[in-house]
T-cell receptor
Framework: AQKITQTQPGMFVQEKEAVTLDCTYD???????LFWYKQPSSGEMIFLIY????DQQNATEGRYSLNFQKARKSANLVISASQLGDSAMYFCAMRPLAGNNRKLIWGLGTSLAVNP | DGGITQSPKYLFRKEGQNVTLSCEQNLNHDAMYWYRQDPGQGLRLIYY???????QKGDIAEGYSVSREKKESFPLTVTSAQKNPTAFYLC????????????FGPGTRLTVT
């Protein structure tokens, strides 16, 4: 069965420091995509970054990078130089890439608080 | 500007009434989705549609209904059969090209008393 696990219900980080949010996954699909989303208190889900299982390099988008370790089935999100506006819920998600199924499997999220 | 709109932001209804939540997108996306989110929880898929005039049940479809008569629109009706309808509802659509990342609207917070 496909599953996403985010083991950190809440995290704190000091402004300007880096923080890693954990995500492990379970799937039997040979190819799959991993996604991270941010949900601020306003409620809207914001797409942050994507990693394909066959991508040779870890994905990066500005201050966001994805530490992808395929053998360990982990896809941790790294936020560098944290800002106060990074305080939000963060969700990890996955979907198989083969076929036309576009459904995402979601984790339960990690709440990040950035302290000034 | 392209995006997804959901209206209204807050919605209040009496128990026993059906209510329809609006979702419109101008991103030219084929697929659209409805999710429910409860406090402290992740997202649960209610219904999704990959093409006009076609839709599939998600994980928690009971008590909900949808239609997809136009590419741009995917309204969700919360019926009186839904036992616990108070929640935050998010609509999303996904791109034409792989990996089909989903883009979300601002959400509707429904309160039924």
């Amino acid at each position: 069965a496909q599953k996403i696990t985010q083991t950190q219900p809440g995290m704190f980080v000091q402004e300007k420091e880096a923080v890693t949010l954990d995500c492990t996954y379970d799937t039997s699909d040979p190819s799959y995509g991993l996604f991270w989303y941010k949900q601020p208190s306003s409620g809207e889900m914001i797409f942050l970054i994507y990693q394909g299982s066959y991508d040779q390099q870890n994905a990066t988008e500005g201050r966001y990078s994805l530490n992808f370790q395929k053998a360990r089935k982990s896809a941790n999100l790294v936020i560098s130089a944290s800002q106060l506006g990074d305080s939000a819920m963060y969700f990890c998600a996955m979907r198989p890439l083969a076929g036309n199924n576009r459904k995402l499997i979601w984790g339960l999220g990690t709440s990040l608080a950035v302290n000034p | 500007d392209g995006g997804i709109t959901q209206s209204p932001k807050y919605l209040f209804r009496k128990e026993g009434q059906n209510v329809t939540l609006s979702c419109e997108q101008n991103l030219n996306h084929d697929a659209m989705y409805w999710y429910r989110q409860d406090p402290g929880q992740g997202l649960r898929l209610i219904y999704y549609s990959q093409i006009v005039n076609d839709f599939q049940k998600g994980d928690i479809a009971e008590g909900y209904s949808v239609s997809r008569e136009k590419k741009e629109s995917f309204p969700l009706t919360v019926t009186s059969a839904q036992k616990n309808p108070t929640a935050f509802y998010l609509c999303a659509s996904s791109t034409r090209d792989s990996p089909y990342e989903q883009y979300f609207g601002p959400g509707t917070r429904l309160t039924v008393t």
